[in-house]
C-alpha cells in the first residue's frame, strides 16, 4: 500500500494564481483531512471531510476550498493565492470506526506565494 | 477554540539520556496520540491512548493518558541520535468527527 500520497511535493504561485492539491490514499479510510504547518508550529485544520461527497471546515478554511468527489481523493483549492499561503500542506486520512482517529499523513507539499 | 500546551519547546540531550515531554490542556479530550516528525517529512504516529490513566509502550516509548484526560505524557528511554525530530501530541474528542488539536510540538536535538 502506497498510504497516503500528496501531489505536487513542491509549488511556486504567484499572487493571485490558482492551484489545486490532490491527495489520494488506498486504506479505504472514510475520514480526510487538510492542515497546513507554518515554521514552529503545529498543524492547523484547514478543511476535512467524514465521507464521499461531504466536507467540512476547519480551523483556517478562508481562501481555501476543497472537494471529496471519490472516498480516496481529497482536492484542496486555492482559487487566489496570496503569500500568507506559504505553507507546507499536509493531507491526512483515518478509520471512523470505534472512536478510532488514527491520523495517517501524507509526505506534504510545500507551496511558496510570491 | 481549544487549545494544547506543549512542553519544552526544545530540548537538547546527551545520546543515552531518558527524555520526558508533556502537553496540557484545558478542555477534556477521549484520545490522545503522539506524532513524530522528521525534516522535510509528514508526522508518523508513534502512540494511541485511549482510556484515562491508560499507559502504553511501544519500544523505548512510553505514553501516559492523564486521570484527568487533559493531559499526556510522552517518554523516550535511552535517546538515540534518530530519535531526533519535531514531536507533536494531538487530542481528539470523539463526538467531533476526528477533528483534532495539535500541540506546536517538541524538538528534540540529540548529541552523539
Known amino acids: 500500500n502506497a498510504g497516503v500520497t500528496q501531489t505536487p511535493k513542491f509549488r511556486v504561485l504567484k499572487t493571485g494564481q490558482s492551484m489545486t492539491l490532490l491527495c489520494a490514499q488506498d486504506?479505504?479510510?472514510?475520514?480526510m483531512y487538510w492542515y497546513r504547518q507554518d515554521p514552529g508550529m503545529g498543524l492547523r485544520l484547514i478543511h476535512y471531510?467524514?465521507?464521499?461527497?461531504?466536507?467540512a471546515k476547519g480551523e483556517v478554511p478562508d481562501g481555501y476550498n476543497v472537494s471529496r468527489l471519490k472516498k480516496q481523493n481529497f482536492l484542496l483549492g486555492l482559487e487566489s493565492a496570496a503569500p500568507s499561503q506559504t505553507s507546507v500542506y499536509f493531507c491526512?486520512?483515518?478509520?471512523?470506526?470505534?472512536?478510532?482517529?488514527?491520523?495517517?499523513f501524507g509526505p506534504g507539499t510545500r507551496l511558496t506565494v510570491t | 477554540g481549544q487549545q494544547l500546551n506543549q512542553s519544552p519547546q526544545s530540548m537538547f540531550i546527551q545520546e543515552g539520556e531518558d527524555v520526558s515531554m508533556n502537553c496540557t490542556s484545558s478542555?477534556?479530550?477521549?484520545?490522545w496520540l503522539w506524532y513524530k516528525q522528521d525534516p522535510g517529512e509528514g508526522p508518523v504516529l508513534l502512540i494511541a491512548?485511549?482510556?484515562?490513566?491508560e499507559l502504553t509502550s511501544n519500544g523505548r516509548l512510553t505514553a501516559q493518558f492523564g486521570i484527568t484526560r487533559k493531559d499526556s505524557f510522552l517518554n523516550i528511554s535511552a535517546s538515540i541520535p534518530s530519535d531526533v525530530g519535531i514531536y507533536f501530541c494531538?487530542?481528539?474528542?470523539?463526538?467531533?468527527?476526528?477533528?483534532?488539536?495539535f500541540g506546536d510540538g517538541t524538538t528534540l536535538t540529540v548529541k552523539p
Open positions: 491526512a486520512s483515518s478509520y471512523s470506526l470505534g472512536g478510532n482517529y488514527e491520523q495517517y
Open positions: 486504506m479505504n479510510h472514510e475520514y
Open positions: 471531510s467524514v465521507g464521499e461527497g461531504t466536507t
Open positions: 478542555s477534556i479530550f477521549n484520545t
Open positions: 491512548l485511549y482510556k484515562a490513566g
Open positions: 494531538a487530542g481528539f474528542y470523539n463526538t467531533n468527527a476526528g477533528k483534532s488539536t
